[in-house]
């Protein structure tokens, strides 16, 4: 089981790629289009992520570039992709 450190540093994650990609998680859980249980399915999930230094960079450089159109998809490493992509805005 991961730290609750690490827990912690990779909800964060989650929140922020979500926000950056312009997903509300818990409106996603109240629309049925995302089960409750699924948000810390994502969180042990992202904590399994190889590159979270890496993510953390991308998402810096999504946020320092925020004027600009949000990412359609995520970076081909983030171990929540389907289920980010799969919430994508129709």
């Not at 450190?5 to 996603?28: F, N, P, S």
């Not at 991308?58 to 925020?66: K, V």
Request: one cysteine or more.
């Amino acid at each position: 089981m991961p730290s609750s450190k690490t827990i912690r540093r990779h909800a964060v994650l989650v929140d922020r790629m979500a926000t950056t990609l312009g997903r509300d998680l818990e409106e996603e859980v109240m629309r049925g289009r995302l089960s409750p249980d699924e948000l810390p399915d994502m969180v042990l999930r992202c904590t399994a992520c190889a590159n979270p230094d890496g993510c953390e960079a991308w998402l810096r450089q999504q946020e320092d570039a925020a004027t600009g159109p949000r990412p359609e998809i995520t970076p081909y490493y983030c171990r929540n992709g389907d289920v980010f992509d799969a919430l994508k805005p129709n």
